[in-house]
């Protein structure tokens, strides 16, 4: 039965990543149609692949009996799954004029769609999504009964599931929509990039390009993890693919666990804001503002600069300050060797990108040709090529990997379909401007908890769909940029995942560094302190998001890149030799007036600092710098 299983789910997902190539490059279905099979095999494979209980939660002697009766019933919601969607894909046009007066069996089917994406997130990405979704079913239904406030007309049973479960408004709405023609092609990309050794060449690189200066083994990883972050769409899967090797790289050299940890945990996460793909936040950012995808990658160039940057300046003073200068050049690969040799699996990223940005093709066809590339690149040397059996697997591993965020676009969906369908959402916002007296930075900071609490349990696409609804409109109607706002709502809820007490991405590279997750997370929020301040940044200096005339756009990033250097030597507490307290206080206030855009703090900022800098290396010049190897990492 397991390798009839195996063979189901295998054939399953490589039908489902022909489907989605087929679709993004020789015929592109209508919307409904597209995203109904998106679901249809998105579901069924997470039935068949996803336990409905952990096998830790069941008694070993009932386990047999618990798989036996769980199989069964698994096939057979994975069936009801797949008949429900092909319903839909074959009758979507008759589905669409009727949907006002639905049939009692396309009610039965849009109460089971709804039931199905309960559960399918639930397995795959907890109870925090499904929960809100409850939530947001529980008023859609009993939602007359509340305060004015709150309160909406009522609707029927009919009207309600056939709107969240069939309708574009609902379940197959947007962010399914975004999921089925955007996320599912790059993170097969993404799939068949790394195994066709790009990933293992990324390290490779980084290795080349920094292993050779001090404190190496930290900044090949944030550099191999920026390179693979871009595509891999996920700061845990990026933890888990560069970290097997930096981490233990990092250790080696001398830097302590929770230090290694951290690194890995802050590099990994900064590669969901760093372009192409930027965890595929970028489409749906560029679909709900209806904008080209170009927009959005040239808006998150200078905030990911400045937070890698800050990454890079702590960890060399980090090596500066325990006085190594030691490298890992002998440990390394050559890299001009290792570009002849495998220079050309880089072909498919340069391919991506001179499609997306240069020919302005859409993502959807840029996809498709970078994906079919991949394989004929590997082919241009013996040694890389990639067989058959090869691109198989790398393309069952992408649909596998996108899964999660299948499930957790269509719950979205359902939270959704409920805001559209009751206009909660705007009464959201004005709760939420009320809240903070139309004060915009009190604006700011509560929509910076929210997205925070919200992120700690989502995946960062599925919280910045739900609070792209009601929180950006509030945020926009207090003068914010619309685009300041959107990227602000994903900033905040990509670092709820390196945000205590639950800091998914730093208890994943805790594990490989077996170091203490409390202890990684306060040096992972040190060292990202700056990515909690950038959105601030470009909220009140929209400049930074390529807004506005070049000049002053080169201007802002000019002296928020001095700020940034600043506020990280301030952070690290040591430049020639240790800073006292009172000096980094000043560097932190100057820095921040610095990286905020403005003439007159800026010219502040700059007096404060050369005044602290000037005293730091010119008066202290002469002051050995302690500590010395042994010391403290963190």
Known sequence: MNKVLKWTVGSIALCMALFHLYAAGVQLFPAVQQRSAHLGFALALIFLIYPFIKKQMVNEDKLKIHNYIGLLINIMIASIAIAASLYIFINHIELTRNLALPSTLVVVIATFLIIMTLEATRRTVGWGL??????????VFYGQHLPLMFAHTGYRFEHIVTHIGLSTEGILGISLGVSATYIVLFVIFGSLLERSGAGQLFINLAMGLVGRFRGGAAKVSIVSSAFFGSISGSPSSNVVTTGVLTIPLMKKQGYKPEYAAAVESISSTGGMFLPPVMGAVSFLIADFLGVPYTS???AAIIPAILYFMAVFIMVDLRAVKLGWNVSIKEEGPDLKKELKQKGHLLIPLFILIYLLLIERASPTLSAFWAIVSIPLCTYLRKDTRMGIRKIIQALQQGIRVSLMVVAACACAGIVIGVINMTGIGLRLSSILINLAGENLFLLLLLTMVVSIIMGLGLPPVASYIILSVFAAPAMIQLGVSAMAAHMFIFFYATLAHITPPVAVTVFAASGLANSSPTKTSII???????????????????????????????????????????LSVALEGFLKSHIKLLARLLMLTSAVLMMHVDYVTDIIGVVIATFILFIELKVKKNENPLPTQTSSIG
């Open 296 to 298: 959005v990658v040239f």
């Open 524 to 566: 992972t929020l040190r060292l990202g302190l700056v990515a909690f301040i950038v959105p601030y940044l470009f909220v009140y200096g929209p400049q930074l998001l390529f807004e506005g005339p070049l000049l002053n756009v080169l201007y802002a990033a000019f002296t928020s890149i001095i700020g940034v250097f600043v």
């Open 130 to 139: 499904p929960a809100v979704a409850i939530v947001f079913l529980i008023y």
